[in-house]
């Protein structure tokens, strides 16, 4: 099993927290942060098991050029 680390952006709208991935686009919410954050988590893994691996490796790769 492969270990991967990922953000987790969490924001207060109205009573609800949404949690959100950003190298990922998944976003979920909960009641409180932590609820939010497991339940973030909880999307992720379920996005994981399901995509396609070019997929995956889209949206958590670019490049960028500068200077």
């Known amino acids: ?8 952006i969490l924001e207060k ?9 950003p190298e990922l686009d ?3 919410q909960g009641a409180t942060v932590e609820e ?7 999307a992720v893994e379920l996005f994981l ?4 691996p070019a997929e995956v490796a889209e949206r958590t ?3 960028i050029m500068h200077g």
Do not use: Q, W
């Open 61 to 63: 790769r670019f490049e």
């Open 36 to 42: 939010a954050t497991a339940n973030l988590k909880e």
């Open 26 to 28: 998944v976003a979920s």
């Open 49 to 52: 098991e399901c995509a396609d």
């Open 13 to 21: 709208e109205g009573d609800m927290y949404v949690a959100l991935c």
């Open 1 to 8: 099993m492969m270990k991967s680390s990922y953000t987790a």
